[in-house]
């Protein structure tokens, strides 16, 4: 994924730290989130079941997003990998992609549920986040 396209808390992600995202990820944020339970009156005295027709409110999500950390050597890998958990300290993550624009998903940064290094120059994250209102997205 190219610069431009992911945005952490208003910085361009790939290149404040040769941040990218795989495909997962995208979809991961792209599936719709889940609604509360409805409320219902299961009456012994009724056929069936009744639905209080009222507003549909939707849960939080957890989600699990794989980045990958590049680097020109080692010694950017390590000031990009260091910096980049300081953002992750923050505890929010505003998440933005291109494919979405004037989308928004207000995070928390959970876990980071395994971290990767590959020759030094190449990472990769899974990280555990959860979006505490998915219809506020601005």
């Given at each position: 994924?190219?610069?431009?396209?992911?945005?952490?808390?208003?910085?361009?992600?790939?290149?404040?730290?040769?941040?990218?995202?795989?495909?997962?990820?995208?979809?991961?944020?792209?599936?719709?989130?889940?609604?509360?339970?409805?409320?219902?009156n299961?009456?012994?005295?009724?056929?069936?079941?009744?639905?209080?027709?009222?507003?549909?409110?939707?849960?939080?999500?957890?989600?699990?997003?794989?980045?990958?950390?590049?680097?020109?050597?080692?010694?950017?890998?390590?000031?990009?990998?260091?910096?980049?958990?300081?953002e992750?300290?923050?505890?929010?993550?505003?998440?933005?992609?291109?494919?979405?624009?004037?989308?928004?998903?207000?995070?928390?940064?959970?876990?980071?549920?395994?971290?990767?290094?590959?020759?030094?120059?190449?990472?990769?994250?899974?990280?555990?986040?959860?979006?505490?209102?998915?219809?506020?997205r601005?």
């Amino acid at each position: 994924m190219p610069k431009g396209q992911l945005k952490i808390n208003g910085k361009d992600a790939y290149l404040t730290w040769g941040i990218s995202m795989d495909d997962t990820s995208l979809s991961a944020l792209m599936t719709p989130p889940s609604v509360k339970p409805y409320i219902t009156n299961d009456d012994r005295m009724r056929h069936g079941k009744e639905y209080l027709s009222t507003p549909i409110y939707v849960e939080s999500r957890d989600l699990t997003l794989q980045l990958n950390l590049t680097a020109k050597n080692e010694e950017q890998f390590f000031t990009r990998y260091a910096s980049f958990c300081e953002e992750l300290a923050k505890g929010i993550l505003d998440i933005e992609t291109s494919f979405q624009r004037g989308i928004v998903y207000h995070c928390l940064y959970q876990s980071c549920s395994q971290f990767s290094q590959f020759m030094r120059e190449i990472g990769q994250f899974v990280l555990k986040v959860t979006e505490t209102n998915p219809n506020n997205r601005k």
